[in-house]
C-alpha cells in the first residue's frame, strides 16, 4: 500500500489550491495529509482556510526579513517541525530557496506552459495577461519540481487549454485553474506511487515504482 504523503504547503493568499488539496483529501482521491501551511503574508484566505480543517499554520512575512537567504531559512526552520515529505508551492509568490534536504522534493504549478512566460514577475493574473496580450492560441498549467531558478526545474505535468478571442484574465484564468485542480494531485500522486524519476531536464513517469525514483542525474 502506498504511503500516506506528508505535504507543507506554502501559500501567499487565496489559498485555492490548497483547497483543491484538502476537497481531494476528503473525498479520498489524494492519500496525504497537510502538515502545516505557511504562510508569507498574514491574515490571508488561505490560513483560515487551513485552520477551518485544523491544519497547523505558520507566517513567515517576506517583508520582515533583510534577504532571500534569511526568508528561506526561516520557510525551512517551519517546516522541519514537520515530517515533510514533499513541499507544495501553491500561490506562493516569492522566491524560496530550496535546501540540499529538500532537493527534488520541492514541486511548484505554474498557471501557463513553460517554458513561455513564465519567470520573475510572472505569477497569475499577469501570466493570464500576457498571454492574451501575446495572441497566443493556447495556454495551460504546468506542475514541475522546483530548483533555486525561477520556473526552471523538471517538468512533471502541462495540461492545456485553447485560448478563445474573446477571452479576458479572468475568463483564461478560470479555465486554466480547472486544469490545475487535475494536474497538481495528480503530480504529487505520482510522487507518492514511486512513479518520477528526473533524468537530466526531463521527469520520466514510471509504469511501476522504483527504489531510486527520486534520484536525480546529470
Do not use: W
Not at 39 to 56: D, F, M, Q, T, Y
Not at 113 to 138: D, M, S, T, W
Not at 141 to 148: E, G, I, L, Q, R
Amino acid at each position: 500500500m502506498i504511503k500516506k504523503l506528508n505535504l507543507g504547503v506554502l501559500i501567499s493568499g487565496g489559498g485555492n489550491t490548497l483547497q483543491n488539496f484538502i476537497d481531494r483529501i476528503e473525498a479520498g482521491k489524494l492519500h496525504a495529509s497537510l502538515q502545516v501551511v505557511i504562510s508569507s503574508k498574514a491574515n490571508v484566505p488561505g490560513l483560515e482556510r487551513a485552520k477551518k480543517h485544523n491544519i497547523p499554520t505558520a507566517v513567515v512575512p517576506y517583508t520582515d526579513y533583510r534577504d532571500t537567504d534569511a526568508f528561506s531559512n526561516a520557510i525551512t526552520s517551519e517546516l522541519d517541525k514537520y515530517p515533510i515529505d514533499l513541499v507544495t508551492l501553491a500561490g506562493f509568490v516569492h522566491f524560496y530557496k530550496i535546501p540540499e534536504k529538500y532537493k527534488a522534493k520541492v514541486m511548484n504549478i505554474h498557471p501557463g506552459l513553460i517554458p513561455a512566460f513564465c519567470g520573475h514577475q510572472y505569477y497569475g493574473r499577469k501570466v493570464h495577461e500576457a498571454v492574451i496580450n501575446y495572441g497566443a492560441k493556447v495556454s495551460g498549467c504546468t506542475v514541475h519540481f522546483a530548483d533555486n531558478i525561477y520556473d526552471n526545474g523538471p517538468i512533471i505535468i502541462q495540461r492545456t487549454v485553447p485560448v478563445l478571442d474573446d477571452d479576458t484574465p479572468d475568463t483564461l484564468a478560470e479555465r486554466v485553474f480547472k486544469e490545475e485542480c487535475e494536474a497538481y494531485p495528480e503530480a504529487i500522486r505520482l510522487f507518492a506511487e514511486g512513479r518520477l524519476k528526473i533524468e537530466g531536464r526531463k521527469v520520466r513517469i514510471l509504469i511501476s515504482p522504483e527504489t531510486l525514483c527520486f534520484e536525480s542525474h546529470t
